[in-house]
């Protein structure tokens, strides 16, 4: 349970909205939207649907704390960090200003109750001390914070702080931004929760489709949030996922040349949900393109060739065909082997 002191602050702003079906399919006019950079983004494919200045540093507020939430549940995932852990506040902690649940120095707050309170009251505060407790300062936890961010390619991000406080050379970018938060949608626990900021990054899920929006450089609250619903709106009223008609006759089998067997079953790779274009399935159609034979050694996992989903002369989306097992390459040891095999059967090489 929040504290009495972390109840009394309004929810003001969303970070990331779970709505599930709520946002509504109308086709928007996404051209002319209140801000000043935007991208649309499907988590399972990370195709972009929409953007505009995509790219264009700006300082990214309150959103920072998506970064921090990030590292935070990863060192949850990994048993590293304890939602009871108690975080004693520092001095430092405690001087940040802003948006804050004014932790007194000493006071201790459990890690999930500092975990809401940098979601639901953007807390610099609270998001500090988290730092702290990961990397033992803020510097050391603005070092992670880059790292992870060099990870996940966000090329365009620097981060100065945890907190997301005005700082030189503090920025992101709204395709960083994008990237981020359909990382951080993999940890349930963080999705429970919301956050404030000037900039607004929402994801909303419908129809099994998730879709993340996010926006930058708008000058009030309702012009983040009109923007990024109407992102929303465009996305689902224009876009669905299609699962892959795959069956056992789109691998098979391929012949292995000098191989110790003379052929390799055959699977296909990580066939996850293709997007398209809503109303469109029927117009999807499948090739199958496969080497005529592999050379041995052969790999398990070696690539072999590709189902093809195509609408019109689009490719939208492959799979790769793949080898089931590993064939080793035919030697003398084995040729021998076989000869004497073979004689003892009464067959001839």
């Known amino acids: 349970m929040l504290s009495k002191k972390m109840l009394c602050f309004a929810i003001i702003f969303v970070f990331l909205l779970s709505i599930h079906g709520s946002v509504q399919a109308e086709c928007q006019n996404i051209e002319n939207l209140p801000a000043k950079s935007y991208i649309l983004v499907e988590a399972n494919t990370g195709k972009v649907l929409a953007e505009k200045n995509a790219d264009e540093k700006m300082p990214p507020a309150s959103i920072t704390k998506i970064m921090t939430m990030l590292l935070l549940a990863e060192k949850l995932d990994l048993g590293e960090v304890s939602l009871d852990d108690l975080v004693t506040t520092s001095e430092h902690a405690n ?3 802003g948006s804050q649940v004014w932790l007194d120095v000493g006071e201790q707050m459990s890690i ?14 609270a998001a500090v001390a988290i730092s702290e407790h990961i990397a033992g300062s803020e510097e050391q936890f603005v070092e992670l914070m880059n790292q992870k961010a060099a990870e996940l390619g966000m090329t365009g991000s620097n981060f100065c ?8 050379g503090h920025l992101s970018t709204a395709r960083d931004i994008a990237i981020m938060g359909r990382e951080l949608i993999k940890y349930p626990l963080i999705i429970k929760y919301t956050l404030a900021g000037s900039c607004l990054c929402a ?6 489709m998730t879709l993340i929006a996010v926006s930058m450089g708008s000058e009030t609250s309702k012009d983040r949030f009109d923007s990024c619903r ?4 465009y996305g689902f009223a224009g876009w669905e996922l299609l699962s892959p008609n795959l069956d056992e006759m789109d691998a098979g ?10 052929s390799v079953a055959l699977r296909v790779d990580q066939a996850g949900p293709m997007l398209i274009p809503k109303n469109s399935s029927k117009k999807v159609e499948k090739k199958v393109e496969l080497e005529s034979s592999v050379e041995a050694p052969v790999q398990e996992g070696r690539c072999c060739g590709r189902v093809v989903y195509l609408l019109g002369d689009e490719e939208i ?4 065909i793949v080898a089931d097992e590993g ?3 035919v030697d003398f040891v084995f040729l021998l082997t076989s000869m004497i095999n073979n004689f003892f059967n009464g067959t001839t090489v």
């Open 95 to 97: 001087s940040m200003g």
């Open 112 to 125: 999930e109750d500092l975990l809401k309170a940098t979601a639901i009251n953007s807390a610099n505060d």
């Open 161 to 168: 702080n945890a907190s997301g406080l005005d700082a030189d």
């Open 203 to 208: 994801t909303a899920t419908r129809n099994d």
């Open 230 to 233: 109407s992102l929303l709106d």
């Open 253 to 262: 089998y391929i012949e292995v040349v000098n191989g110790k067997k003379d």
């Open 317 to 320: 989306s492959s799979y790769d």
């Open 327 to 329: 064939v080793g390459k």
